[in-house]
């Protein structure tokens, strides 16, 4: 079984840049939520998508975008990033989007804006 | 809005002794609940769950917790803490039928030493 994987591991990007960030569900899991992780915070909720289509959001700004595709994996775009964006934004799958099914987490993808 | 407090933002223990960090949520109605454990330079695993039935649950690692509905709490337990136990300890909490997004609270430290 192959676990929840993201690309890339570390990224360093450019006040006013955008930016996109993958992941790749569980084998199995219909369902992709995306959380951002400041410095000693818990993740905070940014999206969820369950069969392609958003399924609850965060209180997060729109240039916070995302795309699940037809086998499950998912984007996370940002546009005109911010200092403010530095985190780990985490991915997370899980099978059912209604439910509070639980979510299995991948690695992360450590963004750093200058 | 609702919320999710963890009382303790570092915890020091030594080996054997024994951990209850705290966990309370806000919020009325019917909930899910969950214990994460994010050890060092690893991600995110789930320690624990509560979905209904026993509120005594127990998870991996000779972890268990208590849900008291009265109190909104959630407190993770553990009888001997070990130094493999040094991670950062996460509640989260997931709002029934609104599609699996995870509230988290902010984090505990825990710092076991030998």
């Known amino acids: 079984e192959t676990g929840v994987t993201q690309s890339p591991t570390h990224l360093i990007k450019t006040r006013g840049q955008q930016v996109t960030l993958r992941c790749s569900s569980q084998s199995g899991h219909n369902t992709v939520s995306w959380y951002q992780q400041a410095l000693g915070q818990g993740p905070q909720f940014i999206f969820q998508?369950?069969?392609?289509?958003?399924?609850g959001r965060g209180n997060f700004p729109p240039r916070f975008s995302g795309l699940q595709f037809p086998n499950y994996s998912s984007e996370l775009n940002v546009n005109a990033l911010e200092l403010d964006d530095s985190a780990l934004y985490l991915c997370?799958?899980?099978?059912?989007?209604?439910?509070?099914?639980?979510?299995?987490f991948g690695p992360g993808t450590r963004l750093t804006v200058t | 809005a609702q919320s999710v407090s963890q009382h303790n933002h570092h915890v020091i223990l030594s080996e054997a002794a024994s951990l209850e960090l705290g966990c309370n949520y806000s919020y009325g109605g019917t909930v899910n609940l969950f214990w994460y454990v994010q050890y060092p330079g690893q991600h995110l695993q789930l320690l624990l769950k509560?979905?209904?039935?026993?509120?005594l649950v127990k998870g991996i690692k000779g972890f268990e917790a208590e849900f008291i509905k009265s109190k909104f709490s959630f407190n993770l337990r553990k009888p001997s803490v070990q130094w493999s136990d040094t991670a950062e300890y996460f509640c989260a909490v997931s709002l029934y039928n609104q599609g699996g997004k995870l509230i988290f609270g902010q984090g505990t430290e825990l710092s076991v030493k030998p």
């Open positions: 997370a799958s899980s099978l059912g989007g209604q439910e509070g099914h639980e979510q299995y």
């Open positions: 509560y979905f209904s039935g026993d509120p």
């Open positions: 998508y369950y069969r392609e289509e958003e399924n």
